[in-house]
């Protein structure tokens, strides 16, 4: 899916040591940017938490997301949310804990984390173009229960460059989800962040522990460096 005369392959510096990918294989992957969980008023203040906490993430995603729409890379935006009448809602996620608006409850931007509602959707400034993919999951991975795995076969995809939110959750649920499915995993510290910093520490310490059990983990100017001194050699 690069454009012409894009260099495909490229050595990004990471942790816990380089790792060589091949951009026409790589998907960037942006987990759920939401309203539900970036704004006041969804899901994520209902459960007592600094929504602004995540905004740190923005800014190096949108930078990703420009290089990957030049380069003509695959692009996946995920959304986490329930069907209108909860079907796919287990009873023990609904019930858990004690937030001042459940999933389905009415909000300030819709019902709770329910797809369709404007809670649900992405935040303006990393919207999706109509030719990138959503994809909409009930749960914290972004394998169970979607069709990723058929999206990612068809265009040949072997590895990920993951950002989003948060760290510790959906993010690390799918970078493990992947590293199972046998892609490589590269997360994007800056691009990923938690209503609990000490949290999104420790996400990243053990997905790059024991020699990248889970994959690994670089920032988002070490891939715009290794992708411009790519397109430098062309």
Avoid at 41 to 48: I, M, P, R, S, V
Avoid at 104 to 124: K, Q, S, T
Wanted: with cysteine; charged share 20%.
């Amino acid at each position: 899916m690069l454009n012409s005369g894009q260099a495909s392959i490229a050595t990004v510096v990471a942790e816990p040591e380089p790792v060589e990918l091949d951009w026409t294989a790589t998907a960037l992957v942006i987990i759920d940017m939401q309203r539900d969980f970036m704004e006041p008023g969804g899901f994520g203040e209902t459960l007592g938490n600094d929504v602004l906490r995540l905004a740190t993430a923005v800014q190096p995603i949108a930078n990703l997301l420009g290089m990957a729409r030049e380069m003509g890379m695959l692009v996946v935006h995920t959304r986490e949310g329930h069907l209108p009448d909860l079907s796919d809602a287990p009873p023990a996620k609904v019930e858990r804990g004690a937030p001042s608006l459940r999933i389905g409850d009415p909000g300030p931007m819709g019902r709770i984390l329910i797809r369709g509602e404007p809670g649900h959707d992405i935040i303006a400034d990393l919207y999706p173009l109509d030719s990138e993919v959503v994809i909409d999951k009930p749960g914290k991975g972004a394998f169970y229960a979607t069709e990723l795995s058929d999206v990612l076969q068809k265009y040949g995809i072997e590895n990920l460059l993951v950002c989003g939110v948060t760290t510790e959750v959906c993010v690390n649920t799918t970078v493990r989800e992947a590293n199972d499915r046998g892609y490589r995993c590269v997360v994007i510290s800056d691009g990923c962040a938690s209503y609990f910093p000490e949290f999104h520490d420790m996400g990243l310490k053990m997905i790059k522990a024991q020699g990248g059990i889970f994959g690994w983990v670089t920032d988002s100017a070490a891939i715009l460096k290794a992708v411009n001194a790519e397109t430098a050699i062309v």
